[in-house]
């Protein structure tokens, strides 16, 4: 969990560099493609087969990962990977809210609550940055906006995987309706949208091989794996760590400047995510 939230929080910093060579869009779209094509001929080797009966909660849980990660292309192209990153991984919340009214071994105690309260509290105050920080502007709270809407069908994913017949499916069937579902609806909203930009350097075609190999095919797999073995809540001890790598990675590679509210909302936000799923 550790290595995985080093390489989610580089995930939006990398589509950032990469933007004004290939559009954040696009390259979602072309790397779950890769890592689609990946994850098909490995399953063929194992002689694994999606399940009739999970078709459609499969549906559900693709269309809701696609959203995600239209959300986020969209988001990067108006505001900073750092803030896209804070908003993304408020998921761990909305999940625990969905999965509180759905499983008993999920419910929220009066901690939980109180770290729901702080994070939503530092959602509020957080948005202030995207207006008071460098460029800040109606722009920037809109991608601001779009990110926390991506957190929002990310913990939707989750809610979807853990509650549905997805919970007793291998995890390669699981990223397989994630990732046909993201290619789906990303490649030709690219395409409608225009932006289809894509350079081919060898920064490029770096960023595309992280992308789909690192982040698409093996984290995501790993991902689904450990959804079905541990409580969701046990797994989001480590996910206040993904938004904090990824503001890090994003002040030193990117050089993002932080506004002192945004500063002071993501630490509000990142200790409700710890209070809610600590174990």
């Not at 900073?80 to 919340?93: C, K, R």
């Not at 991506?150 to 069937?173: D, N």
């Not at 932006?195 to 350097?201: A, D, K, L, S, Y």
């Amino acid at each position: 969990m550790l290595l995985l939230c080093l390489l989610w929080g580089l995930q939006q910093v990398s589509l950032k560099a990469a933007a004004d060579e290939a559009s954040p869009m696009l390259m979602v779209a072309l790397r779950s493609g890769v890592a689609l094509a990946l994850l098909a001929g490995l399953m063929r080797w194992r002689g694994e087969a999606p399940q009739r009966q999970r078709w459609r909660t499969g549906a559900v849980a693709g269309a809701l990962f696609g959203m995600e990660y239209l959300l986020v292309a969209e988001a990067l192209r108006l505001t900073q990977a750092s803030h896209v990153v804070i908003f993304l991984y408020t998921a761990p919340l909305f999940a625990a809210l969905g999965l509180h009214l759905r499983l008993p071994a999920e419910r929220l105690g009066g901690r939980q609550w109180v770290g729901i309260g702080l994070a939503f509290g530092g959602v509020a105050l957080a948005f202030l940055g995207g207006l008071d920080g460098p460029g800040g502007d109606s722009r920037a709270l809109l991608g601001d906006g779009l990110a926390l809407m991506a957190g929002m069908a990310w913990g939707a994913t989750t809610l979807t995987i853990r509650c549905t017949a997805l919970a007793a499916a291998p995890a390669t069937e699981t990223l397989l309706y994630q990732l046909l579902g993201a290619f789906l609806l990303l490649l030709p909203g690219a395409w409608l949208t225009g932006q289809w930009r894509f350079e081919p350097t060898v920064a490029v075609w770096a960023h595309l091989g992280f992308q789909s190999l690192v982040v698409s095919f093996a984290s995501f797999l790993t991902w689904c794996w450990l959804l079905r073995r541990y409580l969701a809540s046990r797994l989001g001890a480590f996910a206040f760590l993904t938004p904090l790598f990824g503001v890090m990675l994003g002040a030193w590679l990117l050089n993002e400047a932080l506004a002192p509210s945004f500063v002071a909302g993501s630490l509000l936000v990142l200790a409700g995510i710890v209070l809610v799923s600590k174990p």
